[in-house]
């Protein structure tokens, strides 16, 4: 994630729990900081990171739209996302929440990795193909493209 400006310490002590690896502290500490600034869509989206690392998949996304709905131009929060509703099966907006990123980012190698996987289990090979070779194509070290494109 890039460098954030923030006054509110509940939100910095909630990055630090996160980086920790302290997920129920962290999401407790973000709904501090978010209680102090419901407009920080960074703690919105930290919260959800936290919730998607203790498995809950469903309140990730929550977090992660309710950040979009206060940034929607943050690339990251869109992949986020798109890899909780993967692992809730839901690959069509997965696919949707990746190609939004993709828009706002056209040289976001991971998110069409990301977005080929799922064309892979949805058995669309040619779309899968396309979006591993342009993943390849923005970052030639993307050795799991290279794997997935077979």
Excluded at 80 to 87: E, P
Excluded at 101 to 116: H, N, S, V, W
Aim: aromatic share 14%; charged share 25%; glycine share 6%.
């Amino acid at each position: 994630m890039e460098t954030i400006e923030n006054n509110n310490a509940a939100f910095d002590r909630g990055v630090a729990a996160y980086e920790r690896g302290n997920y129920e502290e962290a999401i407790a500490l973000f709904t501090e900081a978010i209680r102090v600034d419901p407009s920080n869509a960074w703690a919105y989206h930290y919260r959800g990171n936290s919730y998607q690392k203790l498995g809950d998949h469903s309140k990730a996304i929550e977090n992660y739209t309710q950040a979009i709905e206060i940034d929607p131009n943050d690339k990251d929060v869109y992949v986020n996302r798109g890899v909780s509703y993967d692992k809730l099966d839901d690959y069509t907006k997965a696919i949707e929440d990746y190609t939004r990123a993709i828009e706002i980012d056209p040289k976001l190698a991971a998110a069409y990795c990301c977005r080929g996987i799922l064309y892979v289990k949805l058995g669309d090979y040619l779309k899968s193909v396309e979006d591993y070779t342009q993943a390849i194509n923005i970052e030639p070290n993307i050795a799991y493209a290279y794997y997935c494109r077979g």
